[in-house]
Protein backbone atom coordinates (compact mmCIF):
# COMPACT_ATOMS: atom_id res chain seq x y z
CA UNK A 1 0.00 0.00 0.00
CA UNK A 2 1.50 3.18 -1.06
CA UNK A 3 1.75 6.34 1.25
CA UNK A 4 1.16 9.39 0.08
CA UNK A 5 3.60 12.35 1.05
CA UNK A 6 2.68 14.73 3.40
CA UNK A 7 2.14 18.37 2.64
CA UNK A 8 4.86 20.72 3.45
CA UNK A 9 3.75 22.68 6.41
CA UNK A 10 3.22 26.70 5.97
CA UNK A 11 1.03 28.78 3.81
CA UNK A 12 0.30 28.24 -0.06
CA UNK A 13 2.57 29.93 -2.41
CA UNK A 14 -1.04 31.63 -3.94
CA UNK A 15 -1.50 32.83 -0.54
CA UNK A 16 1.33 34.80 -0.51
CA UNK A 17 0.98 36.46 -3.69
CA UNK A 18 -2.13 37.32 -2.83
CA UNK A 19 -0.67 39.02 -0.03
CA UNK A 20 1.70 40.54 -1.77
CA UNK A 21 -0.94 41.92 -4.17
CA UNK A 22 -3.16 43.23 -1.58
CA UNK A 23 -0.31 45.39 -0.20
CA UNK A 24 0.38 47.03 -3.36
CA UNK A 25 -3.04 47.95 -4.11
CA UNK A 26 -3.24 48.90 -0.72
CA UNK A 27 -0.23 51.17 -0.99
CA UNK A 28 -1.36 52.47 -4.18
CA UNK A 29 -4.85 53.72 -2.98
CA UNK A 30 -3.27 55.40 -0.11
CA UNK A 31 -0.90 57.26 -2.29
CA UNK A 32 -3.73 57.99 -4.78
CA UNK A 33 -5.83 59.70 -1.66
CA UNK A 34 -2.47 61.07 -0.33
CA UNK A 35 -2.22 62.77 -3.77
CA UNK A 36 -5.98 63.82 -3.87
CA UNK A 37 -5.42 66.23 -0.55
CA UNK A 38 -2.38 67.82 -1.80
CA UNK A 39 -3.41 72.06 -2.05
CA UNK A 40 0.10 73.74 -2.57
CA UNK A 41 1.84 73.58 -5.70
CA UNK A 42 5.48 73.15 -3.83
CA UNK A 43 4.33 70.17 -2.26
CA UNK A 44 2.69 68.98 -5.20
CA UNK A 45 6.27 69.35 -7.19
CA UNK A 46 8.29 68.16 -4.69
CA UNK A 47 6.33 64.51 -4.22
CA UNK A 48 6.96 64.40 -7.97
CA UNK A 49 10.51 64.44 -7.56
CA UNK A 50 10.68 61.88 -5.15
CA UNK A 51 8.45 59.28 -7.48
CA UNK A 52 11.00 59.93 -10.20
CA UNK A 53 14.03 59.47 -8.11
CA UNK A 54 12.28 56.58 -6.72
CA UNK A 55 11.54 55.22 -10.08
CA UNK A 56 15.37 56.00 -11.67
CA UNK A 57 13.68 58.62 -13.18
CA UNK A 58 15.13 62.53 -12.51
CA UNK A 59 13.97 65.16 -14.60
CA UNK A 60 10.58 65.09 -16.95
CA UNK A 61 10.82 65.78 -20.12
CA UNK A 62 8.42 69.04 -19.81
CA UNK A 63 12.05 70.48 -18.12
CA UNK A 64 13.67 70.60 -21.97
CA UNK A 65 10.73 71.58 -23.76
CA UNK A 66 10.23 75.23 -24.86
CA UNK A 67 7.00 76.71 -23.74
CA UNK A 68 5.45 77.59 -20.11
CA UNK A 69 5.74 74.59 -17.94
CA UNK A 70 6.58 74.70 -14.56
CA UNK A 71 9.77 74.06 -13.62
CA UNK A 72 9.92 70.11 -12.72
CA UNK A 73 13.04 70.24 -10.49
CA UNK A 74 12.21 72.79 -7.32
CA UNK A 75 15.81 72.03 -5.98
CA UNK A 76 17.67 72.97 -8.68
CA UNK A 77 15.44 76.68 -8.98
CA UNK A 78 15.96 76.65 -5.20
CA UNK A 79 19.88 76.55 -5.91
CA UNK A 80 20.08 78.67 -8.47
CA UNK A 81 18.19 81.77 -6.82
CA UNK A 82 20.29 81.32 -3.72
CA UNK A 83 23.41 83.97 -3.24
CA UNK A 84 26.86 83.61 -4.26
CA UNK A 85 27.60 83.48 -0.44
CA UNK A 86 24.80 81.51 0.39
CA UNK A 87 25.79 78.74 -1.89
CA UNK A 88 29.37 78.44 -0.93
CA UNK A 89 28.05 77.42 2.86
CA UNK A 90 25.41 74.69 1.41
CA UNK A 91 25.16 72.23 4.16
CA UNK A 92 28.78 73.14 5.11
CA UNK A 93 30.15 71.68 1.99
CA UNK A 94 29.74 74.27 -1.12
CA UNK A 95 32.76 75.65 -2.81
CA UNK A 96 32.46 78.84 -3.54
CA UNK A 97 31.71 80.31 -6.91
CA UNK A 98 31.99 83.01 -9.27
CA UNK A 99 28.90 85.31 -9.06
CA UNK A 100 27.08 85.46 -13.14
CA UNK A 101 27.69 88.18 -15.45
CA UNK A 102 24.89 90.41 -16.05
CA UNK A 103 24.15 92.61 -19.12
CA UNK A 104 25.94 95.63 -17.25
CA UNK A 105 29.72 95.35 -17.09
CA UNK A 106 29.71 96.76 -13.57
CA UNK A 107 27.18 96.86 -10.83
CA UNK A 108 27.69 99.72 -8.38
CA UNK A 109 26.10 101.10 -5.34
CA UNK A 110 26.34 104.90 -5.45
CA UNK A 111 24.97 105.63 -2.15
CA UNK A 112 24.53 103.50 0.89
CA UNK A 113 20.77 103.16 2.39
CA UNK A 114 19.29 105.92 4.10
CA UNK A 115 20.55 108.42 1.81
CA UNK A 116 18.45 111.33 -0.07
CA UNK A 117 16.05 109.74 -2.96
CA UNK A 118 16.02 110.65 -5.95
CA UNK A 119 13.07 113.17 -6.65
CA UNK A 120 14.28 114.29 -10.62
CA UNK A 121 17.25 114.27 -13.30
CA UNK A 122 18.26 116.93 -15.63
CA UNK A 123 20.60 115.85 -18.41
CA UNK A 124 22.87 118.16 -20.13
CA UNK A 125 24.64 118.34 -23.34
CA UNK A 126 28.31 116.78 -22.91
CA UNK A 127 30.30 120.18 -21.73
CA UNK A 128 27.78 122.47 -21.89
CA UNK A 129 26.40 123.95 -18.30
CA UNK A 130 23.59 125.17 -20.09
CA UNK A 131 19.58 124.01 -19.57
CA UNK A 132 18.19 122.63 -22.57
CA UNK A 133 14.28 123.11 -22.98
CA UNK A 134 13.73 119.51 -22.15
CA UNK A 135 14.96 120.31 -18.53
CA UNK A 136 13.42 123.32 -18.30
CA UNK A 137 10.02 121.27 -18.17
CA UNK A 138 10.91 118.63 -16.26
CA UNK A 139 12.30 121.21 -13.65
CA UNK A 140 8.78 123.36 -13.77
CA UNK A 141 6.96 119.70 -13.36
CA UNK A 142 9.62 119.06 -10.13
CA UNK A 143 9.10 122.33 -8.71
CA UNK A 144 4.72 121.88 -8.71
CA UNK A 145 5.53 118.95 -6.37
CA UNK A 146 8.08 119.96 -4.00
CA UNK A 147 6.97 123.27 -3.53
CA UNK A 148 5.61 124.05 0.07
CA UNK A 149 7.10 120.79 1.56
CA UNK A 150 9.50 120.98 4.37
CA UNK A 151 12.44 118.59 3.43
CA UNK A 152 15.63 120.14 2.29
CA UNK A 153 16.76 119.40 -1.42
CA UNK A 154 20.24 118.31 -2.71
CA UNK A 155 20.93 119.19 -5.88
CA UNK A 156 23.70 117.34 -6.97
CA UNK A 157 26.45 117.90 -10.09
CA UNK A 158 27.78 114.96 -12.24
CA UNK A 159 29.41 114.97 -15.58
CA UNK A 160 30.44 112.11 -17.95
CA UNK A 161 34.13 110.46 -17.35
CA UNK A 162 35.66 112.12 -21.21
CA UNK A 163 37.74 114.61 -21.34
CA UNK A 164 36.98 118.68 -21.66
CA UNK A 165 36.99 119.69 -24.84
CA UNK A 166 39.82 122.13 -26.01
CA UNK A 167 39.36 126.04 -25.06
CA UNK A 168 35.99 124.77 -22.14
CA UNK A 169 35.19 127.70 -20.09
CA UNK A 170 35.36 125.30 -17.23
CA UNK A 171 39.10 124.15 -15.15
CA UNK A 172 38.05 120.05 -14.75
CA UNK A 173 34.82 118.23 -14.09
CA UNK A 174 34.18 119.31 -10.81
CA UNK A 175 33.69 123.32 -12.29
CA UNK A 176 31.82 121.79 -14.73
CA UNK A 177 29.36 119.51 -12.56
CA UNK A 178 29.28 122.50 -9.68
CA UNK A 179 28.55 125.23 -12.50
CA UNK A 180 25.62 122.31 -13.87
CA UNK A 181 24.22 122.68 -9.88
CA UNK A 182 24.40 126.35 -10.01
CA UNK A 183 22.14 126.54 -12.77
CA UNK A 184 19.49 124.09 -11.69
CA UNK A 185 19.61 126.19 -8.06
CA UNK A 186 18.60 129.34 -9.48
CA UNK A 187 16.19 128.08 -12.13
CA UNK A 188 14.05 126.16 -9.24
CA UNK A 189 14.35 129.39 -6.28
CA UNK A 190 12.89 131.62 -10.29
CA UNK A 191 9.95 128.74 -9.78
CA UNK A 192 9.64 129.75 -6.49
CA UNK A 193 11.72 126.83 -4.37
CA UNK A 194 12.77 128.55 -0.68
CA UNK A 195 17.00 128.86 -1.32
CA UNK A 196 16.90 127.97 2.53
CA UNK A 197 16.05 124.19 1.53
CA UNK A 198 18.61 123.67 -0.99
CA UNK A 199 21.97 122.05 -0.53
CA UNK A 200 24.94 121.88 -3.50
CA UNK A 201 27.06 118.71 -3.90
CA UNK A 202 29.36 118.01 -7.08
CA UNK A 203 30.34 114.17 -7.77
CA UNK A 204 32.07 114.99 -10.82
CA UNK A 205 32.66 111.95 -13.09
CA UNK A 206 33.26 109.82 -10.52
CA UNK A 207 29.69 108.66 -9.69
CA UNK A 208 28.70 107.55 -13.63
CA UNK A 209 24.93 106.21 -14.11
CA UNK A 210 26.19 104.13 -17.09
CA UNK A 211 29.85 102.97 -17.38
CA UNK A 212 29.55 101.29 -20.80
CA UNK A 213 30.24 101.68 -24.21
CA UNK A 214 27.14 102.72 -25.59
CA UNK A 215 27.08 106.29 -26.88
CA UNK A 216 23.50 107.07 -26.27
CA UNK A 217 23.08 105.14 -22.78
CA UNK A 218 26.45 107.87 -22.13
CA UNK A 219 24.32 110.91 -22.34
CA UNK A 220 22.78 109.59 -18.93
CA UNK A 221 26.16 110.97 -17.21
CA UNK A 222 25.62 114.24 -17.69
CA UNK A 223 23.45 115.15 -15.17
CA UNK A 224 21.97 116.49 -12.24
CA UNK A 225 19.78 115.09 -9.34
CA UNK A 226 17.39 116.64 -7.37
CA UNK A 227 17.53 115.05 -4.40
CA UNK A 228 14.64 114.81 -1.39
CA UNK A 229 16.48 114.31 1.89
CA UNK A 230 15.06 113.47 5.31
CA UNK A 231 15.95 116.29 7.08
CA UNK A 232 13.37 119.43 7.53
CA UNK A 233 14.39 123.27 7.32
CA UNK A 234 12.46 123.35 11.14
CA UNK A 235 14.91 120.69 12.22
CA UNK A 236 17.70 123.18 11.64
CA UNK A 237 16.04 126.38 13.04
CA UNK A 238 14.65 124.40 16.37
CA UNK A 239 15.94 125.47 19.63
CA UNK A 240 18.64 123.77 21.39
CA UNK A 241 17.50 122.21 24.51
CA UNK A 242 19.03 123.65 27.85
CA UNK A 243 21.93 122.04 29.32
CA UNK A 244 21.76 123.77 33.05
Known amino acids: ?????????GVPEWLVTFGDMMS???????????????????KFQAMLESMRKAFGHDMSMLTSVPGPHTPQN?????????????????????????????????VMSLRPDGDPTTAGLVFFREGSDELTEAAKKTLQSLARQIEGMPQRIEIRGHTSNRPLAHGSPFRDHWDLAYARARKVEAFLVKLGIDPERIR?????????????????????????EVLMTNETIESQHAPKPDSS
Open 24 to 42: LLLTFFIMLFSMSEIRQEQ
Open 1 to 9: MAIEPEETP
Open 74 to 106: SNFAKLASLGRARRANIMKGGAPVKAPVGSEPR
Open 200 to 224: LGVAAGNELKYDGTDRLRQEENPRV
